[in-house]
């Protein structure tokens, strides 16, 4: 069995601590790092450390994607984050606006590959924001290349609160413990449109945009739209969404 340690506790007492994966991103910007850095957002890693959790970045090394069965595992979960947009060619679409940036062949590789695998071994698995678009094209869904096309308003959930509605009986809604809440986070400017095999929707905004899809055929795999990584730390119903996705992967 694999031996863990609880990071700053007394004497780092042995304690399993169970091992998300995530998959990092090329940044150019890191100070003080020779050569592109890969890195990952750290209010995620965060909140599944405070949940029991311990997080592992994979750079985005296409090379090495030969062995991502094996890496994975060593893992008990998956958790793909916010980033730029996915190339709309990973969905078969051409682009169709002009506002589609951030395309890093390198991440949509890596991370479909990832999505993917996790899905197939049954790992849990939290998607965020980019993450969520990820798991949908990854099984096979498409994506709204500008939510202008959705709702006229292309930014109307560029750094905006609003409610998020939740199915009764969802993943999410039991995590959360209720069916709404008033103040989701959402930064993205595409949104799902149709939904990959499997998944279902189980949360929406009240504009009718998808917020939250979960895997029917699967322990524990739930994509959200917003960003709970963004408030976690100050607000309990945030955190709660980490607490269920580490529980799902202590329970391996």
């Known amino acids: 069995m694999r031996e863990r340690y609880r990071a700053g506790g007394e004497g ?4 399993v601590r169970p091992v998300v994966l995530v998959p990092g991103r090329l940044s150019a910007s890191a100070d ?6 890969v890195g990952s957002g750290r209010l995620a890693h965060e909140a599944v450390v405070r949940a029991g959790g311990q997080t592992l970045v994979l750079p985005p090394l296409t090379d090495a994607l ?3 069965d094996r890496v994975l595992g060593a893992a008990d979960a998956v958790m793909l984050l916010g980033g730029g947009d996915v190339d709309p060619g990973a969905y078969g679409q051409d682009h169709r606006t002009g506002t589609i940036s951030g395309v890093v062949p390198e991440h949509d590789e890596v991370e479909i590959a990832v999505a993917r695998a996790a899905v197939a071994r049954d790992l849990p698995v939290l998607a965020i924001c980019r993450g969520c678009q990820v798991l949908n094209v990854a099984l096979g869904g498409t994506l709204h290349q ?4 959705l ?3 292309g930014s109307a959930h560029w ?6 509605d939740l199915e009764p009986g969802s993943h999410l809604a039991g995590a959360m413990g209720a069916t709404s809440f008033a103040s989701g986070h959402s930064w993205h400017h595409q949104s799902l449109d149709r939904i990959g095999d499997g998944l279902v929707v189980t949360g929406r905004a009240p504009d009718g945009v998808v917020e939250a899809v979960e895997h029917a ?3 524990w795999v739930v994509g959200v739209q917003w960003h709970p990584e963004d408030d976690a730390a100050s607000t309990a119903e945030q955190q709660r969404v980490f607490g269920a996705f580490v529980a799902a992967a202590a329970a391996r």
């Open 12 to 15: 780092n007492s042995p304690a």
């Open 32 to 37: 003080r790092v020779r050569g592109v850095a």
């Open 66 to 68: 030969d062995g991502l």
């Open 146 to 149: 500008d939510l202008g096309d």
């Open 151 to 153: 709702l006229g308003d």
């Open 159 to 164: 750094d905006s609160y609003h409610a998020i």
């Open 217 to 219: 055929g699967r322990r």
